[in-house]
Each structure stands twice: as structure tokens, then as C-alpha cells.
């Protein structure tokens, strides 16, 4: 199986901007394995010692938006010391904004991120969509703003999270040929619901590679050619007699499907 890299990420505020920003980043690298542990609020020395401490135990990456300078150049010093490989999203971008506005930055953190309205509808849009994840909690899809629906490994979670964390609530539901999908998915606005499709080859390389990360034969049913455009055509021909949009996601990076599921759906 391979090996998880552990990413760490640093911030003396939330951590959200690092997070969205390495997502991104991971969209080029779906067939690698890794796994994000965000560690908030970092603003002491420490703080900084402690979390470069389990970095180095597991030979992370660390990711760190801290805008105290000091602190900054603490986290460059101790991990170019430890053989640590780091990257600065902040203090770079910083300097440049300050020299056009010719003023040193606030260095205050957290500004990027006040507790405001907005803030509590999209953790309340993240809580939602966790609990709604896989076809879970079916009875609340009316409480959706957004419901995708599609076949196994069609990115149906990173899109759901992705959309989340701009604060829409959003329930996927799996399409699995044989099963019923759930009555409420017939009562919702078809307004608000999205159908995913993608190539045939596309998924059987996604779902392989799934496969061969959970240490199975990638040569099962699951990633079985015929078995996947079987599973499409069920899946299209279900879709063609709902008024629901229709989005590929094909070759597609997640912020690219988001933006079109929200103009599609005429959210944007």
C-alpha cells in the first residue's frame, strides 16, 4: 500500500485558507494518498516546536499562514534545520502588498476570518453536508441546497466538501444499479439536484487506482470495463426523464465541476 504523506498545516487563525489552498493544489495528484492535519491558533514558539516535532516523526510536509514575521521565520529556520520540507503561502504575498501599498502589514491574525455571519453558514453548511454524505440521512434532502447524484467514485464527497466550504448545503446520493434510490430524492426541487456522469475510461483509471491504495486486486468487478459502462448507461438512462442538470466530470478538477454545477444550477 502506498505510503500517506502527511501534510501539515500551520496557521495562528483557522487554517482555512491553507486547507483550500492545498486542496487545490492535491487535485493534480488524485492517485496520491494524503492526508491534512490542520493545527490552528499557532502562537507561540512552542506551539511551533511541537507541531515540527510530529512533523518530523512522520516526515511531513508543512504548510504553514502565519502572518507574525517572527514566527514565520521560525517555522523557515526550524524546518530547513530538521530537513523539513516547508512552504510559506503568506509572508511572501504579504511583503510584495505591502511595498505597492508602501506600509508594513497589521500582522494581526484572524482578520482574514472574522466570526461573522458568513462564517457560521458555511460550518453550519460543512456540519450538514458531513451528515448527508453517501446517501446518509435521506429524509433531510429538502434541507439541501444542492444534491448531487451519480455512480460510485464519480467525486461525488471532495465535491460535496469543496461546495460546503463556500456554504452550500449539499447531500449526495449513489446510484447503484439494482437499488432503488431514495424516495425523497423524487420530492426534492429538481432545481437543486445535479446528476454526474463521466468517461468510461476515466473511471475505470479512478476506481484501479482506489483499489490498489486499499491494497486489492484492481482488476475486480469494481474496475471492470464492461461492468462500468453498464453501470453508466443504467445511470444516463435514469437520468434522461428528470429535469435535473447533467454535469461531466471527466478530466475535471473539483473547483472546476463546482463552478459549473452553481452556474448550471443558477446558484452563481
Known sequence: ???????YLLSDATGETAEKMVMAALTQFRDKPARLKRINNVRTKNQVYEALDEAL???GLVVYTIVN???AQLIHDECDSLGLISIDLLTPLLMKVAHCFGRSPKETPGLLHGVDEAYFRRIEAIEFTVKHDDGQESRNLHKADIVLVGISRTS???LSIYLAHRGWKVANIPLVKGIDP???LFEVDPKRVA????DPQRLLEVRAARLRNLGQDPRAAYADYEEIEEELIHARKFFRDKPWVVIDVSSKAVEETANEVLVKLGLK
Open 182 to 184: 431514495p424516495v425523497e
Open 69 to 71: 514575521r517572527d514566527l
Open 156 to 158: 461525488k464527497t471532495p
Open 195 to 198: 446528476a454526474l456522469v463521466i
Open 1 to 7: 500500500m502506498p505510503t500517506v504523506q502527511v501534510i
Open 57 to 59: 516523526d512522520n516526515q
